[in-house]
C-alpha cells in the first residue's frame, strides 16, 4: 500500500494498484473455496450457513463456522491497530508494517501447505487442518481489505464484489446522462475504476481456477511474490514520502 491523498485515488498510477489488489483478493479467495470449499474474502453468506447449522443442531460445523467472521473481522482490526494510533494527519502512516504481516502470513501459508501440513489439496475435510487455513485467508483478506479501505478515505474496497456491485448499479445510468443534477454526484471515472477492480477480481479467480488444480498449494506463491512486489513498493514510497515532508518543514523553518 502506498501513501496518496483522496483528490489522487482514481488517479491511473493509482487505479493500476486498486486493480492489483482486487486480483489478489479474487485468487485468494478462488484459492480458499478451492481447497476448503468456503470463501474467504468475505462474509455474507456465514451468518446463514451457521443459523442453519445451529437449527440442525450441527452445533461444531457452526461454531466452525464462526471462525471465519471472526478472522475476517480480527485482520480488519490490525490495520487500524498499526495506522490509526496516535494518528496525525500531517504524519505519513506505516503502511509497510501491515503489508509485511501480511507477506509473512502469506508466506506461512505457502510453506505449511507445500510441506503437507495442510494435507491434501482440493480435499475438504472440516478438521483442525482446514479450519486453521481458512483462518489464516482470512485474516489476510482481512487485512487487505482494511489496509486498502483505510488508506482510500474508505473508498476502495477490493476484498468482495456486494457493495461493490451496489455502486456499479447506482451509479452507472451517470455514464450515459447528461447534465443531470444527482443526489450523489461523482466523476464518471469513479465508477469506471470500479468495473476494473469488479473485471479485476474476477480475473483473479479465474487465473486461480487454473492454477491450483494443477499445482495445488504451490500456487499460494503467485500471491506471496506479488505481496512481496507491494512491500517493496510500500517502503520505497514510505521512504520517499517521508524524505519529501521533510524537505517540507525544513523550507517551512526557512521561511
Excluded at 479465474?206 to 512486489?229: D, E
Aim: aromatic content about 14%.
Amino acid at each position: 500500500m502506498i501513501h496518496c491523498f483522496l483528490s489522487d485515488l482514481y488517479k491511473k498510477k493509482f487505479v493500476v494498484l486498486w486493480m492489483l489488489l482486487s486480483f489478489k483478493a479474487g485468487y485468494l479467495n478462488a484459492a480458499g473455496f478451492l481447497a476448503t470449499g468456503k470463501f474467504v474474502s468475505h462474509v455474507t453468506g456465514f451468518g446463514t450457513q451457521m443459523g442453519v447449522s445451529l437449527a440442525h443442531e450441527d452445533y461444531y460445523f457452526g461454531a466452525e463456522l464462526l471462525i471465519i467472521p471472526l478472522a475476517f473481522i480480527f485482520g480488519s482490526m490490525i490495520p487500524s491497530l498499526i495506522l490509526d494510533r496516535n494518528y496525525d494527519e500531517g504524519k505519513i502512516p506505516p503502511y509497510p508494517m501491515v503489508q509485511f504481516l501480511i507477506t509473512m502470513l502469506l508466506g506461512v501459508i505457502f510453506f505449511l501447505g507445500t510441506s503437507g501440513w495442510f494435507g491434501d489439496f482440493s480435499t475438504p475435510s472440516d478438521d483442525l487442518h482446514d479450519i486453521i487455513l481458512i483462518g489464516l485467508l482470512c485474516f489476510v483478506c482481512g487485512m487487505k481489505n482494511g489496509l486498502t479501505t483505510w488508506a482510500t478515505y474508505g473508498k476502495i474496497r477490493t476484498t468482495h464484489l456486494t457493495g461493490l456491485a451496489t455502486d456499479i448499479g447506482l451509479h452507472l445510468p451517470k455514464l450515459f446522462r447528461g447534465g443531470h443534477k444527482s443526489r450523489f454526484p461523482e466523476p464518471r471515472r469513479v465508477n469506471t475504476v470500479r468495473l476494473a477492480t469488479f473485471v479485476s477480481f474476477s480475473i483473479g479467480s479465474l487465473v486461480a481456477a487454473f492454477i491450483f488444480p494443477n499445482f495445488g498449494y504451490s500456487g499460494f506463491i503467485f500471491p506471496f511474490v506479488l505481496s512481496v512486489g507491494l512491500l517493496a513498493i510500500s517502503f520505497i514510497n514510505y521512504n520517499e514520502a517521508k524524505k519529501e515532508q521533510g524537505m517540507t518543514h525544513e523550507k517551512a523553518k526557512v521561511a
